[in-house]
């Protein structure tokens, strides 16, 4: 299965970029490269955060498949 990267498809649905994440985390825009590229991952607090600035539930930049995960959840 392919790894893909929440945090990068949010922003370009977002229409966000990199910089514009890490002026707002207060971040290096390399730092920021990382986490798209899975070379490193934010701590839980910068994910919170993250999720706040980019208006999403946190589990949308968690959760592989989110739209299947919510569906699922529908169905209970």
């Known amino acids: 299965m ?7 498809l949010v922003l370009v649905e977002k229409k966000r970029t990199n910089k514009w994440l890490s002026e707002q985390m207060g971040v290096t825009p390399s730092t920021v490269s990382k986490w798209c590229t899975n070379s ?6 910068s994910l919170l955060k ?5 208006e999403v539930d946190i ?9 299947s995960y919510l569906l699922s959840q529908e169905a209970k």
């Open 50 to 54: 993250i999720a706040d600035l980019l």
């Open 40 to 45: 490193s991952q934010p701590d839980l607090s």
């Open 59 to 67: 589990k949308e930049l968690i959760v592989r498949e989110y739209k």
């Open 2 to 8: 392919e790894d893909v990267n929440r945090i990068k």
